[in-house]
């Protein structure tokens, strides 16, 4: 079980900002297993979130829509239907999208007796009363080929991604082309398998792709992927692989499940994440920008993490999908086999006046005050010279900043406080805690900020 340090000033988990809400969102509370999925604006200044539940004693689900209205919110359940020869089973609902005039596209997969555990393809498209059109989604294979299931993830614009396995193979990724009723499978030369979990409209025929890769020789580790997709030349390009904390040694499976803009051109992400050695799923909110070049620069990480208690995170967390920089997934508690549903809303992070933010790579991230090289250390940085010392261990000991208002303190620590840190000022700097995270290896991370008034700060970039 993981465990958290309780602090009077900052009830929240370690590695989260402190501006982090946590919010359950389950579709009864009668019970039964929420499994929040997707999530895009509903062009009234709401949201729309898609999901699939369980009835308690069940096993059969249910596609379930969230919808926000200016007086409230209402769930609503929809299933595929059945029809002669066809008896569905479950509904899986992965990814919405809003149309004018009320209309929406849902896509997922759903299951029948016929087709017995494999999932088929679903796309509605139409008001949430369910009478619009409902489509099978399964892409074509070779001759001799038979497609198992397929799962249908995400879509935006005139595009819906997903993945598919067939007899001969596991692992597979399609685009499908709303307008022309068309599939192209998603490859890239070295995978050995691939999912396409999240898709952006950057508008005209551009696209971008959010998933997972796995490459020949590296069977077993994944990494997430951005690429760009061009519906009309039928091409990727600016293909990029990220691991969480941009740290292999430590991170086996990366996975980028949703998408969304950022509002400045670059993307906000969410997925998973699991340690080398490890089980344990784990998820993360993430900002890409748009470099210069036309590709995707480097990522910045904040951990996702559920507090089941003040001291204790839920044993399992996901990231499935996000919106502005809120991220929904499902979250379970220790000695419980019930999924909850929540979202997570991240407050957008400010500057502090006269500070540089970390560079292109790092817009409107919070990730980051000052980045450590090494143990000991002792630099000049923009903000002018500080050192670090620790005794015994490198999460403790006494630090020292000074020629800048906020860096300009002590921060002690002992074991007890694990990687919390108090900043006691030394000339006009507010005291407040101070958390680092060393990115899963001690001899690199970040320190955040957070003041009295609860807020975090950035104050600038190393040398």
């Known amino acids: 079980m993981k465990k958290h340090l309780a602090l009077s000033l900052l009830l929240l988990p370690l590695l989260a900002t402190a501006e982090t809400q946590y919010e359950t969102l389950n579709f009864s509370d009668e019970g039964g297993s929420t499994f929040l999925t997707g999530i895009r604006g509903n062009n009234e200044g709401g949201i729309i979130m898609t999901g699939v539940y369980t009835p308690p004693g069940l096993s059969n689900t249910l596609g379930t829509l969230y919808r926000e209205f200016d007086n409230g919110f209402s769930w609503t359940t929809l299933d595929f239907p059945s029809s002669s020869g066809v008896t569905v089973t479950s509904t899986a609902f992965y990814g919405p999208n809003v149309l004018d005039g009320g209309i ?60 598919f396995d067939t007899d001969l193979a596991t692992g597979r990724a399609f685009i499908y082309d709303i307008e ?159 999924t909850n549903g929540y979202m997570a809303t991240l407050t957008r992070p400010y500057l502090v006046e006269g500070a540089t933010p970390l560079g292109q790579d790092w817009y409107a991230s919070w990730l980051g005050v000052v980045f450590v090289r090494s143990w000991p250390w002792a630099f ?37 406080n694990e990687n919390w840190y108090y900043g006691q000022p030394t000339g006009q700097a507010e005291p407040g805690w101070w958390y680092y995270e060393y990115n899963l290896d001690p001899e690199s991370g970040a320190f955040y900020f957070f003041s009295e008034d609860g807020q975090t700060v950035i104050v600038g970039q190393d040398a």
């Open 104 to 163: 929406m596209r849902l896509v997922g997969s759903y299951k029948t007796e016929e087709n017995g555990e494999y999932d088929l393809g679903l796309f509605y498209e139409g008001p949430a009363n369910a009478t619009g059109t409902w489509a099978t989604l399964l892409p074509p294979v070779e001759e001799g080929e038979t497609v198992l299931d397929t799962i249908a993830h995400s879509t935006h614009g005139e595009l819906i991604v997903g993945n």
């Open 180 to 338: 022309e009723d068309t599939y192209t499978e998603l490859t890239r030369e070295g995978a050995v398998s691939i999912t396409a979990y999240g898709i952006w409209h950057n508008g005209g025929s551009d696209y971008t792709i959010a998933g997972g890769v796995s490459m020949v020789g590296n069977e077993g580790l994944s990494e997430a992927y951005l690429v760009d997709w061009n519906s009309e030349t039928q091409t990727a390009s600016n293909w990029r692989t990220y691991i969480y904390a941009d740290n292999p040694a430590w991170v086996a499976v990366t996975h980028f499940n949703g998408i969304t803009t950022d509002g400045n051109g670059g993307y906000n992400l969410t997925g998973d994440w699991i340690g080398v050695g490890s089980e344990q799923n784990n998820a993360f909110f993430a900002t890409v920008p748009r470099v210069t070049e036309g590709g995707f620069g480097d990522a910045a990480w904040t951990l996702i993490a559920y507090p089941y208690t003040d001291e204790e995170e839920a044993e399992v967390t996901s990231g499935n999908s996000v919106y502005e920089w809120s991220v929904i997934g499902i979250y379970i508690l220790p000695d419980s086999s019930v």
């Open 380 to 416: 000049q940085g923009d903000l002018g010279w500080f050192y670090g010392g620790f005794a015994g261990n490198a999460n403790t000991g006494s630090w020292f900043f000074f020629e800048h208002p906020v860096l300009d303190c002590w921060l002690w620590s002992s074991l007890d």
